[in-house]
């Protein structure tokens, strides 16, 4: 399974970006899946996640307002939609993969939720 993120970029405070995140390798029928960031000497933290279906999808309070997850079954691609890009916002974007066999209540927003990751894309907010 591979997990490939991009759109990340170097963007002055208030633009946008959408990042794609290309999965492939298997059939991803019933993975439930996420975007973690990772901002330079903080921990990985959880941005969004949603469901195999796209018809349930989760915000971190910080990203509310601002972000859009979706997602395309028919091309295994994951999108996140971010605007009002803040400075506050630059990090490494990572996309991740749950299996059905690895979702849990209780741990979906957290790194251990998660089978496969990708490499992550930079995302850098200029003030």
């Known amino acids: 399974v591979q997990l490939q993120a991009s759109g990340g970029g170097l963007v002055q405070a208030g633009a946008s970006l959408r990042l794609s995140c290309a999965a492939s390798g298997r059939t991803f029928s019933g993975y439930q899946m996420a975007w973690f960031r990772q901002a330079p000497g903080k921990e990985r933290e959880f941005v969004s996640r949603i469901t195999w279906s796209g018809d349930s999808t989760v915000y971190a309070d910080s990203v509310k307002g601002r972000l859009t997850i979706s997602r395309d079954n028919t091309k295994n691609t994951m999108y996140l939609q971010i605007n009002s890009l803040r400075p506050e916002d630059t990090a490494n974007y990572y996309c991740?993969?749950?299996?059905?066999?690895?979702?849990?209540?209780?741990?979906?927003?957290?790194?251990?939720?998660?089978?496969?990751w990708g490499q992550g894309t930079l995302v850098t907010v200029s003030s």
């Open positions: 991740a993969a749950s299996s059905p066999q690895r979702q849990r209540i209780g741990i979906m927003s957290l790194p251990s939720g998660y089978d496969y």
